[in-house]
Nanobody, 132 residues
Framework: QVQLAESGGGSVQAGGSLRVSCVAS????????VAWFRQAPGKEREFAAG????????LYADSVKGRFTISRDNAKNTVYLQMNTLKPEDTAVYYC?????????????????????????WGQGTQVTVSS
């Protein structure tokens, strides 16, 4: 059984920065994708950023591209999401998620999926609030 634990959320003014972390226990992230999703009140959960653990390839939603950076620490089995130039519309609960097996294309290459259905394990979420 895999447990994911997020930390690092909080409140910040617009233009500020926060870093949220996700640590896994029960299994390493090896061979998998790890993604950050977010869900604002009254809205659907949406993909923010993801990383292929082995290749290090990353993927970002257009809404966060250039402001957010996802990274990993192999030794700590931890994924980070550095969020800069935060906007009020970034306010949401941020969830870390990972899959049992990596999404694989018809050519055999693995990729980061943006579909939350694809992910098997989820953390409890951490609140990020950005005030104007």
């Amino acid at each position: 059984q895999v447990q994911l634990a997020e930390s690092g959320g909080g409140s910040v003014q617009a233009g500020g920065s926060l870093r949220v972390s996700c640590v896994a226990s029960g299994r390493t992230f090896s061979r998998c994708a790890v993604a950050w999703f977010r869900q604002a009140p009254g809205k659907e959960r949406e993909f923010a950023a993801g990383i292929n653990w082995n290749s290090g390839n990353t993927l970002y939603a257009d809404s966060v591209k250039g402001r957010f950076t996802i990274s990993r620490d192999n030794a700590k089995n931890t994924v980070y999401l550095q969020m800069n130039t935060l906007k009020p519309e970034d306010t949401a609960v941020y969830y870390c998620a990972t899959d049992r097996l990596p999404a694989t294309s018809s050519s055999g290459s693995t990729y980061v999926s943006t579909d939350p259905i694809r992910y098997d394990y989820w953390g409890q979420g951490t609140q990020v609030t950005v005030s104007s």
